[in-house]
């Protein structure tokens, strides 16, 4: 899978690798005092466990075990991501106890949080359910899971922003960079997450951060903020360019164009979201309840084109793979 290259989702990930700041958050979230970086274990699956889940933070303080995801855009499905989370890095603890025996095994207490910074006006907290993706809905679900939602935007949660100094400053460098984006425009967005970081470097905002991963945090922002916004652009593109070659020719074929280019579109952005979190074909094509072989061709043009996301090179080589399977089945 596009060389099991890793490529991390944010910057919030990045933030949340140091235990000082795991520490923060953990204790702005539950009220809790917790004095001692060295408390916290961080979780990560290694490649012998899963090459394919990884989620944005996971660490373990005082046998409470702390899922943390950061979002720029709405997913309801956070709850079943963090079932997956929890239960993979659960596996990977208790694999030496006997869960057949008659003493019971203890594991840590899970607490889930979303922090979420999309530009999509959310209520300042609210929270998500497992049971809410049932099928069959119960009143009295035998398993559920609850993930809280902070929205971090400016004016929201000020307490909590105020008791986590890194989050805050997290959100004053976000909103440098849509600052900048805005009067840049997309042409010059490298140009725009440069100025957001001399910015915040000089008001001593994330400053060791900044100095020390600058080249990597303008790699994820670039890539992330072009993935989002052009994502954005190219569906209602594709949607307009079907709809006027339809008027146009006056035939079907012209929306018909739109319509593939946008469901194209839509499914590579899904796919490269998951690639990302290092999700395998087999595991993709469940979560999109299709077939492997249903988007083998299209996850295999976003892999060959990662860690980038160039949305009409992703289709021109989607369909230019789609032409040469049909001719080979021909022949």
């Known amino acids: ?154 004016g929201k949660n000020r307490e909590l922003l105020n008791k986590c100094s890194f989050l805050r400053e997290y959100m004053v460098f976000v909103d440098y960079v849509r600052k900048f984006h805005r009067e840049f425009k997309d042409e010059e967005l490298e140009h725009a ?17 900044l100095i020390k991963h600058r080249m990597e945090v303008v790699k994820v922002v670039r890539l992330d903020y072009t993935f989002d916004r052009q994502l954005m652009l190219e569906r209602a593109d594709s949607r307009e360019e079907g709809r006027e070659e339809g008027r146009k020719e006056g035939r079907k074929e012209g929306r018909k164009e739109g319509r593939l280019e946008g469901e194209v579109f839509h499914t590579a952005s899904l796919i490269y979201q998951k690639i990302k979190k290092q999700k395998s074909l087999d595991e993709i094509a469940d979560e999109l309840e299709k077939t492997p072989e249903e988007i083998r061709c299209l996850f295999e043009v976003v892999c060959q084109d990662m860690p980038e996301f160039d949305t009409d090179r992703i289709y021109h080589n989607f369909i230019k793979k789609k032409q040469e399977m049909h001719e080979n089945t021909d022949s």
């Open 193 to 209: 997450i440069e100025m957001a970081i001399d910015c915040c470097i000089e008001e001593n905002v994330l400053r060791d951060f």
């Open 1 to 154: 899978m596009a060389g099991n290259r890793e490529y991390k989702s944010d910057v919030f990930s990045m933030l949340m690798e140091d235990r000082r700041n795991a520490l923060e958050l953990y204790n702005a979230v539950n009220h809790s005092d917790y004095t001692d970086p060295d408390l916290v274990e961080i979780c990560t699956l290694d490649r012998g466990i899963s090459l394919t889940v990884h989620n944005d933070a996971s660490f373990m303080l005082d046998m409470n075990l702390s899922v943390y995801e950061h979002q720029s855009s709405i997913c309801p499905n956070m709850p079943v991501r963090s079932l997956v989370y929890f239960s993979n890095i659960l596996e990977r603890m208790i694999k030496d106890k006997n869960i057949y025996g008659r003493r019971q095994v203890k594991i840590p207490t899970p607490r889930f949080a979303v922090f979420y910074n999309g530009e999509e006006a959310q209520p300042e907290q609210y929270d998500m359910r497992l049971s809410d993706a049932f099928v069959h809905p119960v009143e009295n679900p035998e398993l559920e899971l609850t993930c809280r939602v902070y929205n971090i935007n400016y």
